[in-house]
């Protein structure tokens, strides 16, 4: 019997593979860096799509490639987690891919192909705008410096304009792009023409920040104002009694002195409180040349409560004529609340007019194991100003008492000894009058 025999072979199933490809939104360009998850959609019982790279990130090589293989047959994706540097952040959650197949039943490796854009990181823009300080007016030919604020491992603020002074247009504007992500600010380095100079060193403006990540051009505004030649500025600084510390949240009015036919004392802030800022300071600008003090009406929280008609700063003056803003400072100081204050009036015998000039020594009453009663005022004398007052905080609880030892002039000379007031109890937080009289000279 003839025969004849017959073989037969199978190709094993072949595994599949599957290649990610990353460009730019243009896809000119191939993208380095971008990291994904690949993930296998469940089947039969499993109850979740399968991650495959469970020994961490998968990134993207120099030709924008992920090649995985090794796979089952089955449908697989990828999640995108996280962005090559310079494009659009990935949004929480991640950027999922299309599903691709590695199909089953192939004698040749199947494979897929997946293709996924990234939209480069828009670049940012800020813009100046210079006024005059009515803001009614744009300013040109104001010149300026941009910085970056250093990030990493930088030393110093970057300086962005390095072939030339930025300068205000017709407009007032000056507008820079091209920015990438960071903190920015200008200094003004050059008044316009008219306008207050700039001090030495500048004059900053506030940061502003261009956000990353975003995929339409983020943009920051900076808005800066000039005096005009010849307007002034006042500055008033507000620290505790021991002045080591800046005290934010007191309350102020300005006037500035009546002149000429006037009536009464001009209120320069009309639209409500002037209030101290984290720096203790209320700097008002604009101001005509004249004489100004401010009237406190409210401490700040923990420290001893204005009297009422409030505290009256020094008079400080604006001079007229000047070619670059004249200024002026005023330091004020709050005694804390557990310390107390003690106010003296000094008044003629009819008590129809406040001296000015007389002085005084003021002493705490000695108690414990003190021997003799405790002056104060180891500085110096204590004079009543023009409204006839003396005024010390910073006061521990306790009994106190001003001796005058010098009258004003025109009045009755004090007696060797001098003139002992009564004796005022300061409690915690307290404030204490007292009232001292003169006779006229006969």
Same mark, same amino acid.
């Given at each position: 019997m003839p025969t004849a025999t017959v073989e037969m072979t199978n190709n094993e199933e072949g595994k599949g593979q599957i290649t990610l490809t990353k460009k730019n939104s243009a896809k000119t360009k191939a993208l380095e860096g971008a990291e994904f998850d690949l993930y296998?959609?469940?089947?039969?019982?499993?109850?979740? =799509?399968?991650?495959?790279?469970? &020994?961490? +990130?998968?990134?993207? #090589? /120099? &030709?924008?490639?992920?090649?995985?293989?090794? %796979?089952?047959?089955?449908?697989?994706?990828?999640?995108?987690?996280? !962005?090559? =540097?310079?494009?659009? !952040?990935?949004?929480?959650?991640?950027?999922k891919s299309s599903v691709e197949t590695i199909a089953a039943g192939q004698s040749t490796m199947?494979?897929?192909?997946?293709?996924?854009? #990234? !939209?480069?990181?828009?670049?940012?823009?800020?813009? %100046?705008?210079? +006024? #005059?300080s009515a803001k009614t007016k744009a300013l040109e030919g104001a010149e300026f410096d941009l910085y970056r604020v250093k990030t990493g491992e930088e030393t110093a603020d970057v300086k962005i304009n390095t072939d030339g002074k930025l300068t205000t247009n017709a407009d007032g504007q000056i507008i820079v792009g091209d920015l990438e992500p960071g903190d920015y600010y200008f200094i003004e380095t050059k008044a316009? &023409?008219?306008?207050? /100079?700039?001090?030495?060193?500048?004059? +900053?403006?506030?940061?502003?920040?261009?956000?990353?990540g975003q995929s339409t051009m983020p943009t920051a505004t900076v808005e800066m104002t000039n005096n005009e030649e010849g307007k002034g500025q006042i500055t008033l600084t507000k620290k505790n009694s021991a002045k080591t510390k800046a005290l934010e949240g007191a309350e102020f009015d300005l006037y500035r002195v009546k002149t000429g036919e006037e009536t009464a004392d001009v209120k320069i802030n009309t639209d409500g409180?002037?209030?101290? #800022? !984290? =720096?203790g300071q209320i700097i008002v600008g604009d101001l005509e040349p004249g004489d100004y003090y401010f009237i406190e009406t409210k401490a700040p929280d923990g420290y001893v409560a204005v009297p009422e008609g409030g505290i009256k700063s020094s008079v400080e003056t604006i001079a007229a004529g000047q070619s670059t803003m004249p200024t002026a400072t005023v330091e004020m100081t709050n005694a804390e609340e557990a310390k107390g204050q003690i106010t003296l009036t000094k008044k003629n015998s009819a008590k129809t007019k406040a001296l000015e000039g007389a002085e005084f020594d003021l002493y705490r009453v000695k108690t414990g194991e003190e021997t003799a009663d405790v002056k104060i005022n180891t500085d110096g004398k204590l004079t009543t100003n023009a409204d006839g007052q003396i005024i010390v905080g910073d006061l521990e609880p306790g009994d106190y008492y001003f001796i005058e030892t010098?009258?004003? =002039?025109?009045?009755? /000379?004090?007696?060797?000894?001098?003139?002992?007031?009564?004796?005022?109890?300061? %409690?915690?937080?307290a404030e204490h009058n007292a009232d001292s009289d003169s006779r006229d000279d006969q």
């Open positions: 296998r959609v469940k089947t039969g019982e499993e109850t979740a =799509d399968v991650k495959i790279n469970t &020994d961490g +990130k998968l990134t993207t #090589n /120099a &030709d924008g490639q992920i090649i995985v293989g090794d %796979l089952e047959p089955g449908d697989y994706y990828f999640i995108e987690t996280k !962005a090559p =540097d310079g494009y659009v !952040a990935v949004p929480e959650g991640g950027i199947p494979t897929a192909t997946v293709e996924m854009t #990234n !939209a480069e990181e828009a670049k940012g823009q800020i813009t %100046l705008t210079k +006024k #005059n316009p &023409d008219g306008y207050v /100079a700039v001090p030495e060193g500048g004059i +900053k403006s506030s940061v502003e920040t261009i956000a990353a409180k002037l209030t101290t #800022n !984290a =720096d010098k009258a004003p =002039d025109g009045y009755v /000379a004090v007696p060797e000894g001098g003139i002992k007031s009564s004796v005022e109890t300061i %409690l915690c937080g």
